[in-house]
């Protein structure tokens, strides 16, 4: 998976604070971790909780990892793209979604040699990954996290995190398969995939 606009319309210009997110992984924490799988690479040490640490808060006693990114501008959609996600998508922190993933992503050196229309060409033209995402909506729903945009080096490239009501699991299962086929995902060579529950 590769990035989509993120859901809460913020940019490069927009500051760094509001933008800037940190997963940690914790013995007691928001979200109940239920599940990690590997899909391709290394495992992330096993937690029992996640939480989102604000970006002025202390680092949680209990961490046992974060993973940090901000969210940033739009880089593959055209305008026409963007319109029917903006019309379909929901926001994050909906009270009956209790169901929840983080996603961290690592593509690989050959997709960063690409140029910018190459990328774009094998992420929707090829790939679909837009058309994939809004089968989707308003079901699920998402904000993506660019880690190269930070100034310390990040293990992964992207952190995804979804939020979903339990009954819409099997959308979100199809939306994860149907991307994973594509040609674009050749390219990832670390994907960790967090399945995630908090109280109503």
Known sequence: MSPLPSLDGTHAGASLSARYFRFAGVDRGDWQVLDQRVIVGEALADVAALTVVPPTSPTPDSMHWMLSGVTSNERYVEREEKAALVN???????????CAALIPIRKNATWWALTQDERRRIFEADSRHIAIGLQALPAIARRLHHCRDLPTPEPFDFLTWFEYAPQNEPIFDKLLRDL????EWSYVDWEVELRLMREA
């Open 88 to 98: 379909r998508q929901e926001p994050l922190g909906r009270p009956g979604a209790t």
């Open 180 to 183: 994973r086929s594509t040609h």
